[in-house]
């Protein structure tokens, strides 16, 4: 990796964050999304969204590998979800969360459109789980986790999880 890229958990503040738009790639925009494939699969995750590791940049990448024969690892830039139907609820998990799950509800098929690595648009159809994670992660840009998902009563029971995972978070900003 040639930037040392970290996970920015739950309480940082850019997590919070709608961000900005991209009307072009960035500079080294190549290498980031390299660096971002390389630490999603050392930490185990599906997706990762670019304010997990502290960038205002409105795209995500998502290793479709385990669900999907072709166009394994992708990049959604400026995601918009154009049609959503259908409901579904399936368990969830968020590297900017660690070591919590829950179930969420979400829209069964959606169709998206987006910009891939090359700054091509692109509109897609997905259901089933990468849809699941295509709305997760398209919530992360707009400063949205899972758990904001879940029932008031649900997430009382996950508080102190969180308000520790938070802590976390203030001692690595502090550090950094
Ligand atoms: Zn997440």
Redesign the pocket.
Known sequence: MKEDLKIYYYGSPILREKLSELEELPEDFDQLVDDMFELMSHEE?I???AN?VGKDLRFFVADFSLYKDDGIKRVFINPEILESEGETKDE??????PDITVNVKRSDKIKVRFRDRNFEEHVEEYSGYLSRVIQ??T??LNGT??TDRISPLKRKLLDNKLKSIAKMAKQELKQS
């Open positions: 995750g997706g990762l969204s997990q969830e998990g968020c590297l900017s969360l997760h992660e919530d992360h986790f899972m």
